[in-house]
């Protein structure tokens, strides 16, 4: 069973910037291709970013292409989003989640395990 604790997130002006990260536990964190997602209330989780096992492939929704970068160090069990230029409709809670796949995966439903959230608030 792999435990995910996302962090980093809070409360910033538009334009600048955050870095939430995501520590797994319980499992070989390598084995794990990883996402972020972000979903806002009354709307359903979204893909945001994804990253395979060894982070030499990535992908990112067309909203935030060019501002958010996505890797991980597997020696530290971890998963960060750099999250540059934020706009306020990029306000959300950010979640991270685990597949256990080489590859990348894109749909909530393909991954097997999720953190609790971390809150982004974008103001204007």
């Known amino acids: 069973q792999v435990q995910l604790v996302e962090s980093g997130g809070g409360l910033v002006q538009a334009g600048t910037t955050l870095r939430p990260s995501c520590v797994a536990s319980?499992?070989?964190?390598?084995?794990?291709?990883m996402g972020w997602f972000r979903q806002t209330p009354g709307k359903a989780r979204e893909f945001v970013a994804n990253?395979?096992?060894?982070?030499?492939?990535?992908d990112y929704a067309d909203f935030v292409k060019g501002r958010l970068t996505i890797f991980r160090e597997n020696d530290k069990n971890t998963v960060y989003l750099q999250m540059n230029s934020l706009k306020p409709e990029d306000t959300a809670v950010y979640y991270c989640g685990a597949v256990r796949t080489t590859g990348i995966a894109y749909s909530v439903g393909s991954y097997e395990y999720w953190g609790q959230g971390t809150r982004v608030t974008v103001s204007s």
């Open positions: 990253i395979n096992w060894l982070g030499g492939r990535r």
């Open positions: 319980g499992g070989t964190f390598s084995d794990y291709g």
